[in-house]
């Protein structure tokens, strides 16, 4: 059983910064999605086990950074230019494989979620 630990939350004024850190050991890909109140999960990120492939959602391109660094099993979210719209719980999660995948059935193990908050 593969156990992921967010850590990085918070709150944070509009045009601000917060780095979101996801530790899971083994070979996955890696995806962050995140879910505001009385919203569907959406995804936000992903990469796949190498680094070399990354996804952004629409919404936090140019913005948002993922990367990873395998020594470390561990995952990193860079989030930048914060809008009071990015608020929501923060979720990593990891499934087995070389690829990116994009939706939240494709994902085996989340993490517990970490909370979001920019203020306008």
């Known amino acids: 059983q593969v156990q992921l630990v967010e850590s990085g939350g918070g709150l944070v004024q509009a045009g601000g910064s917060l780095r979101l850190s996801c530790a899971a050991s083994?070979?996955?890909?890696m995806g962050w999605f995140r879910q505001a109140p009385g919203k569907e999960r959406d995804l936000v990120s992903t990469i796949n086990w190498s680094g070399d492939n990354t996804y952004y959602a629409g919404s936090v391109k140019g913005r948002f950074i993922i990367a990873r660094d395998n020594a470390k099993n561990t995952v990193y979210l860079q989030m930048n230019s914060l809008k009071p719209e990015d608020t929501a719980v923060y979720y990593c999660?990891?499934?087995?494989?070389?690829?990116?995948?994009?939706?939240?059935?494709?994902?085996?193990?989340w993490g517990q979620g970490t909370q979001v908050t920019v203020s306008s």
């Open positions: 999660a990891a499934r087995p494989g070389g690829g990116n995948y994009y939706y939240p059935s494709q994902y085996d193990y």
């Open positions: 083994g070979r996955y890909a």
